[in-house]
């Protein structure tokens, strides 16, 4: 890369923006420990627990309309979606995590606004639980990290 390049990124400092949490209360379990991560990494990166808010939806096929909402009210640089997908014995895992997934990458494209798709799609809960704090990390604080990141970006573009 030459010099005379410009090169435009996001950085991970949260400064004076916010956050909302879109939360499932389904598979509670999995979901609280990404909440915690996401809280965590927003607040080791500046945020103040008063520039968050968790709003709470069922399940997962929820957050879409949610979303929406959250978007127009332009309240929010970020939104950071976190639930839980479990796969069971029926076809229903692949209805709720495919319209949960298409309806928030519509929300952030039609927005223009970054929403961090922190919803696990897992076979098994073991699974899940690996990737909320377990051996895997925790997807929640990696999301979280992924709209701060795209929200700095945005607001450097703007300027």
Do not use: W
């Not at 379990?29 to 809280?39: K, M, Q, S, T, Y």
């Not at 990494?41 to 879409?64: C, F, N, T, W």
């Not at 927005?111 to 961090?116: E, Q």
């Not at 073991?126 to 990696?142: F, P, V, W």
């Amino acid at each position: 890369m030459t010099a005379s390049v410009r090169v435009f990124e996001g950085d991970l400092l949260a400064r004076d923006l916010r956050f909302a949490l879109l939360v499932s209360r389904f598979n509670s379990l999995v979901v609280d420990r990404l909440v915690e991560g996401a809280i965590d990494a927003l607040v080791r990166h500046g945020a103040s627990e008063k520039q968050l808010e968790i709003v709470r939806v069922p399940g997962a096929y929820d957050m879409p309309p949610v979303a929406v909402r959250l978007a127009q009210s332009k309240r929010y640089d970020g939104i950071v979606a976190l639930g839980a997908v479990v796969e069971g014995d029926t076809a229903h895992f692949e209805f709720v995590a495919g319209q949960c997934a298409a309806g928030l990458a519509r929300v952030a494209h039609e927005h223009a606004l970054p929403v961090g798709f922190g919803v696990l799609t897992c076979s098994t809960m073991e699974q899940a639980l690996d990737r909320a704090g377990g051996k895997a990390g925790n997807k929640g604080a990696e999301a979280a990290l992924a709209v701060l990141e795209t929200a700095n970006l945005l607001k450097r573009l703007d300027a």
